[in-house]
């Protein structure tokens, strides 16, 4: 057995790396090039980087100006978070023994370097939680669940998620959204961003389609409105303009700077995916609403249930794609002066003690930010895969 996978694999070096004189040079070079990015990058972060300035301002990255002693708010959801994951990756994906042992060194790094005390011990109950839930769920068949009720269960879960923390963060006092920062705030402000424009771009997309001129218009209006002006202007108008344009009416006008920012960042994403939704829905054939009519169904039942799910299949790369850029373009919200990730990397390196440190700070951002596309760009991979996508 082992044999035959050796051979197969020095086959595919041979065939598709050095299978003619061009492409063993290129081969060569792009090796020798990889090793020197490696080896280079290997000898900074173990070697020749200061991590101190991340350690010291580890809870300032994480959490920003989130106020001390009301973390246990975010506990449920960071560890129902990690079973999700956990459930999800069993479901959708399997681990192989180098991804297991990869994060199995990630995590370790994480909690020899960046974390002690009280919040090591949270996040390692949170990933054991996670590891359970990737182990029970792969025995789904030793308690008798079918494998359905364990999706639903999932993806269920996923949806009540953001509901529950945002519950948390506001019973018994709750803690104000501008005590919000850190990454925690980046990922908040994409999550309400992304579950906005889930919700309004389809239905705008609907209405651009739409055959009644009083719905049509004011989509086509809204739509093109909204794209013709940046991410950062938008912003800005939210920070300068929105609080005179909004009533006094239970005190609208007066509504702090981050639920502006969540305003704007879920109007800016229902356009754009509405767009990208309105490509769906004119990728598919007319036959499909005629084949619903001639099944009974009314007009309802035709766009959700069959033109809607076909429409979304077809753009789901594209989805993924505008969620990424919006997790990315959150960061654009420390112009409004708000400390997120950006923010409190910037104020961890201005700190007089760590001045110089940017490269560290910068790296462990950068690395932050990659991780978050990286799984949203591999549960695209796994749904395409799944749904069959791109097979002729």
């Known amino acids: 057995m082992i044999n035959i996978k050796t051979n197969n694999i020095l086959f595919w070096i041979k065939n598709n790396l050095f299978n003619d004189l061009k492409g063993s040079i290129l081969t060569v070079i792009g090796l020798y090039i990889a090793i020197l990015i490696f080896f280079g990058l290997f000898k900074f972060i173990f070697i020749n980087a200061d991590w101190e300035v991340v350690i010291v301002n580890f809870r300032l990255l994480i959490l920003g100006r989130f106020p001390i002693g009301q973390e246990w708010r975010l506990i449920p959801s960071l560890i129902l978070s990690c079973i999700l994951i956990g459930m999800s990756i069993s479901i959708w994906s399997k681990l192989n023994l180098i991804k297991i042992i990869l994060l199995i060194l990630i995590l370790y790094i994480i909690f020899a370097v960046f974390l002690s005390g009280f919040a090591s011990l949270i996040i390692g109950i949170a990933i054991i939680s996670g590891c359970l839930a990737y182990v029970l769920s792969n025995s789904y068949v030793l308690f008798k669940i079918k494998l359905n009720l364990l999706k639903k269960i999932t993806i269920y879960g996923w949806i009540l998620l953001l509901p529950l923390t945002l519950i948390l963060l506001n019973i018994n006092g709750g803690v104000g959204t501008e005590r919000w920062g850190g990454v925690f705030l980046n990922i908040m402000l994409a999550a309400i961003g992304i ?12 209405g651009r389609n739409s055959n009644f001129k009083s719905i049509k218009y004011p989509c086509i209006a809204y739509i093109e409105f909204i794209r013709a002006a940046p991410l950062i202007g938008w912003l800005f108008l939210a920070r300068f303009v929105l609080p005179t344009l909004l009533p ?12 502006r920012a969540m305003i704007v960042l879920v109007g800016f994403s229902s356009a754009y995916i509405a767009e990208i939704v309105r490509g769906g829905l004119q990728s598919l054939p007319k036959g499909q609403r005629e084949a619903g009519m001639a099944l009974g169904l009314n007009e309802f039942n035709i766009t959700w249930f069959i033109i809607i799910p076909q429409a979304i299949r077809a753009v789901i790369p594209a989805l993924v794609s505008q969620f990424i850029a919006l ?27 760590f001045v110089g440190k940017q490269i560290e700070v910068f790296l462990f951002i950068a690395v932050i930010f990659w991780a978050f596309s990286y799984i949203m760009s591999r549960i695209s991979s796994k749904m395409e895969t799944r749904l069959g996508l791109g097979k002729w």
Do not use: H, M
């Open 327 to 353: 997790w990315k373009d959150t960061t654009l919200v420390y112009a409004l002066s708000l400390t997120e990730l950006l923010g409190a990397a910037n104020a961890a390196v201005a700190q007089p003690d």
């Open 248 to 259: 006094s009416l239970f005190e609208l006008n007066k509504i702090d700077i981050v639920i």
């Open 195 to 206: 579950s906005g424009g889930i919700i309004f771009g389809p239905l705008l997309a609907l």
